[in-house]
């Protein structure tokens, strides 16, 4: 079965590229705090629009707060908006009892809070 695997709830678009090839560029003190992959797989959840669609993971600077949506998604989202990144993995059941999705919340400026 596939579950929750991460989260990074309420980060802020700080870009929308529409000119770059496909794929979300995450900060990576994100990506380590999260556990989310470059390359993985993630849904992202645009809360000012309604937005639901998915993409892929590419590294961004280190503590830059970067959160920027490239090419078709960049058409999704506005700079400014609040998202949130989902990944998810599939658990078999021994997996699923014990498992725990990692949680992180920032705040406007991409900061872990």
Known sequence: ???????????T???????????ITID??????????????????DIN????????VIEGEKNSGTVCL???AARKVQK?????????AI???EEQKTFKPEIIHVNDNNEII
């Open 28 to 45: 990576k003190a994100l990506l380590e705090a999260s556990k989310i992959k470059v390359g993985q797989k993630v849904e992202i959840l």
């Open 1 to 11: 079965m596939e579950f929750l695997y991460a989260k990074i709830h309420r980060a």
């Open 80 to 88: 400014g908006d609040k998202v949130i990144i989902v990944a998810y």
């Open 49 to 56: 629009n309604g937005e639901r669609f998915s993409t892929y």
């Open 13 to 23: 678009v700080t870009d929308a590229n529409l000119n770059y090839v496909g794929s």
């Open 91 to 93: 658990l078999n059941e």
């Open 70 to 72: 490239n090419g078709a």
